[in-house]
């Protein structure tokens, strides 16, 4: 599967944005997905995932509350509703597909398969 991410920007703290992450193919209800962040200077940061039906979802403690990750199958599409940004929130936003029959929070990026190219997220003070 091919992983098309979109929908970052340049925002106020306090705002909201929606990236979203296309996967091509007939077959995207059969993965797993996740967003992953990473900042400048630092590591790869799991954010959220969700399994094939969209029934199961898991969040890094910095965003839940805040973020929320939800697809649609028919669309073949992910989303990452992000509100009341943070300035901390600012990094390159990647998704992320693993194929499996059953979900688990994969949180570590040799979980997942297939990658996103990343949308930028920059959340000014």
């Known amino acids: 599967v091919q992983l098309q991410a979109s929908g970052g920007g340049l925002v106020q703290a306090g705002d909201s944005l929606r990236p979203s992450c296309a996967a091509s193919g007939r077959t995207f209800s059969s993965y797993h997905m996740g967003w992953f962040r990473q900042a400048p200077g630092k590591e790869r940061e799991f954010v959220a995932g969700?399994?094939?039906?969209?029934?199961?979802?898991s969040y890094v403690d910095s965003v839940r509350g805040r973020f929320t990750i939800s697809r649609d199958n028919a669309k073949n599409t992910v989303y990452l509703q992000m509100n009341s940004l943070k300035p901390e929130d600012t990094a390159l936003y990647y998704c992320?597909?693993?194929?499996?029959?059953?979900?688990?929070?994969?949180?570590?990026?040799?979980?997942?398969?297939?990658w996103g190219q990343g949308t930028q997220v920059t959340v000014s003070s």
């Open positions: 992320a597909a693993v194929s499996g029959s059953y979900y688990v929070a994969r949180t570590r990026e040799t979980q997942y398969d297939y």
């Open positions: 969700i399994s094939r039906s969209g029934s199961s979802t």
